[in-house]
């Protein structure tokens, strides 16, 4: 069958809930990709910031099939190593004393909702149930996480939600401080807003959030299921902030591609947690469980962090290059390899043009180009993607 054939039959199939772009990927390694004509193409999305180790990565492949001929499943009833080894490294290397796994980000928030829901009802304390979350920010689109989402788009159409969010401007301490209320019972971020256009959380912001928490005693839960896993340079973005939070969620980069989310928090917020009050079938399984500890070792093993940090550096460098040559670039802003650049106007012409030549880029809020490619891009295909961007400025 042709590429064009596989389309319409996907498009005749499948639930009519994305705007794909017309390519049928067949294969991948490192940061290219491949179509069913051959057609390479050097990748700056990476799955939505998910595939950070690059594509079929060996390494995680041998991981997940050597678990593979062992055991797939035996559920939550009892014990598997992979699982217990993959908590172990996660609560060695963050703030967090427990994990809990389940299979996506939104599963990771719904998680966090209720542990932080469930602390003060154990306190007897049954009023303190809302939280505050930000405008623009995303959690996902499972109706507690859609409700927590500050973006009209995402809950248009699926209303009533969920009650008990209150949003304020993300960046605003004042605001914040107003909607906190005595039935307040968790505030809600991400570090640097990924589908808002990665806007990133200023320093004293963060500590100012993070003492009026402690004052008031309200759970803090940083969203790092864009951010984790290396994405800024450092394993979770909150360590550039040095500031911790009380629950952190994980997801997308942490399976490089299988899915898995992550929800860690402090021994004294997970206490709330007891046998039968959260469940996931899949949630934790030993061949995804043993391919994300590969990750985490992969991550050390090969100083991914260091080299992210510096790679992200040279290609801020360069997009800031570009806003020196074209006025039609309003700022450049991001950390590691979770970069942005606004435009003055709409991003997805930009997109389909880089698209023809061979660059995967994305575009959020209409008029923000977000690159987040694995982490494991060269300099050499960052330079590509800048001089196939200066030709499409340049013609503009
Ligand atoms: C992608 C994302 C989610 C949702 O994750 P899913 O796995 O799609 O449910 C939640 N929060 C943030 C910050 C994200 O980037």
Redesign the pocket.
């Known amino acids: 069958m042709e590429d064009t054939e596989w389309m319409e039959s996907a498009d005749r199939v499948i639930a009519n809930t994305y705007k794909r772009f017309p390519i049928v990927f067949e294969s991948g390694q490192g940061a290219v990709l491949r179509d069913m004509e051959g057609r390479e193409y050097t990748d700056f999305v990476a799955g ?2 998910v595939c950070n180790l690059g594509h079929a990565n060996p390494g995680v492949a041998a991981a997940l099939t050597e678990q593979a001929i062992k055991l797939f499943h035996v559920s939550n009833l009892f014990y598997t190593q992979p699982q217990i080894a993959l908590a172990e490294k996660l609560v060695s290397l963050s703030f967090a004393d427990r994990a809990f796994f389940c299979n ?6 719904e998680a966090a909702i209720k542990l932080a829901r469930k602390n003060f009802f154990d306190k007897g304390n049954f009023n303190r149930w809302r939280i505050v979350a930000m405008e623009q ?6 109706y507690a ?1 859609l409700s927590a989402t500050g973006q009209k788009k995402v809950r248009e159409g699926f209303e009533p939600i969920l009650e008990g969010f209150d949003f304020v401007p993300f960046n605003d301490t004042e605001a914040l401080k107003r909607q906190v209320s005595e039935n307040t019972c968790a505030v809600l971020l ?1 570090l640097i ?3 808002g256009g990665v806007l990133c959380a200023s320093q004293k912001y963060i500590e100012d959030v993070r003492r009026f928490c402690d004052e008031t005693g309200t759970i803090l839960i940083f ?5 984790g896993i290396g994405r800024t340079g450092r394993l979770f973005a909150y360590e550039h902030y040095d500031v911790t939070p009380d629950i952190m ?1 994980l ?2 980069a942490l399976g490089n591609g299988l ?1 898995i ?1 992550a929800m860690l928090a402090t021994e004294d917020t997970a206490r709330a947690f007891t046998p039968g009050s959260h469940a996931s079938t899949f949630g934790g399984t030993p061949v995804i469980t043993a391919a994300a500890l590969e990750v985490l070792n992969q991550i050390e093993r090969d100083n991914i962090l260091e080299s992210c940090g510096k790679t992200g550096a040279y290609f801020k460098e360069r997009l800031i290059w570009l806003k020196d040559r074209y006025d039609i670039i309003e700022d450049v802003r991001g950390i590691g390899l979770m970069l942005g650049m606004r435009l003055k106007t709409a991003g997805s012409p930009i997109v389909d043009l880089c698209m023809k030549n061979g660059f995967l880029i994305n575009c959020t809020q209409e008029n923000i180009l977000r690159f987040i490619p694995p982490l494991v891009i060269t300099r050499e295909q960052i330079d590509g993607l800048i001089d196939c961007l200066d030709h499409i400025f340049g013609e503009m």
């Not at 969203?223 to 951010?227: A, G, M, S, V």
């Open positions: 939505i910031a996506s980000g939104a599963e990771a928030n920010s995303f959690h996902g689109r499972t996480t991400e807003q990924g589908e969203d790092e299921i864009q951010t969620t997801a997308k899915p989310g």
